[in-house]
């Protein structure tokens, strides 16, 4: 199995779509300067993508992103805002000047591209295919089969282009994905090797395991900004800072294997 591996700055997909009327959840940090003023910042996030960004059993944001994100604004000097929305509102709520960033797993496409910009890759993505134990299926054997995964994301954009004969189903939300394989619903899901890799190490997921090696697509993660934005450099020089300092490292260490990191 090829180990995933970080790179220097922000994993999964997004479509234009109407923009979401939910109440996002919020997560606050306020870092000021020497003089007291501070810049305003509202980071968009989706909270069903544990251990990336997820709802702790109180309600709070927690994860991955979030400890990264709450970094990056105190080395920013930045009074920080996290909400969670729904994931195909994202880009178009920061468009709409609804928030300033995104930092949701979000991975670098050409088509993402034409509608904002990212900042330096923090995370490199492998995809897996899940199923019950012992089915020897891999990803070259799910013709006709169900396979689950979450709507708009690179996995869906895998298997519409190269099994076109899966039968795929999409879910709003990657827990919903889950619920649908474990009820017997889907036969397999293609989702990214992290938080999948988390999820078989619950109760609902020991029954399942990955099918196969993980697949490279060269998908890489990274903070999404509005065109043209200056933010961009101030979040690249950010983490290139929290990379020199060791802070970087201690966020990753936290939620992933040490064999992930990579300079």
Known sequence: MKAIQFTTALLAAAVLAACSNDQ????????????GATKDIIIA?????????????????????IDLANALCEQMQANC?????????????????????IMAGMSITEERLNAV???????????????????????DGVQGKTVATQQATVSAEYLAKNH???IVKTYDKQDNAYLDLTAGRADYMLSDVVPVSDWLKTDAGANYEIKGTPIDIGDKVGIAVRKGDALKADF??????????????EIVGKYFDAQAVAQ
């Open 45 to 65: 996030t989706e909270s069903s993508f544990k251990p990336f960004s997820y709802l702790d059993n109180q309600g709070n944001l927690v994860g991955f992103e």
């Open 164 to 166: 076109p004969g899966a």
């Open 81 to 101: 805002t996290i909400v969670s929305q729904d994931w195909d509102s994202l880009i178009p709520s920061l468009n709409a000047n609804k928030s300033d960033a």
């Open 236 to 249: 690249d020089a950010a983490l290139a800072s929290l990379k020199t300092n060791g802070k970087y490292d």
């Open 117 to 139: 910009d990212f900042s330096e890759p923090y995370f490199d993505n492998t995809l897996v295919l899940i199923g019950k134990k012992g089915d020897p299926t891999t990803i």
């Open 24 to 35: 996002p959840t919020q997560s606050q940090t306020a870092a000021s300067t020497d003089s």
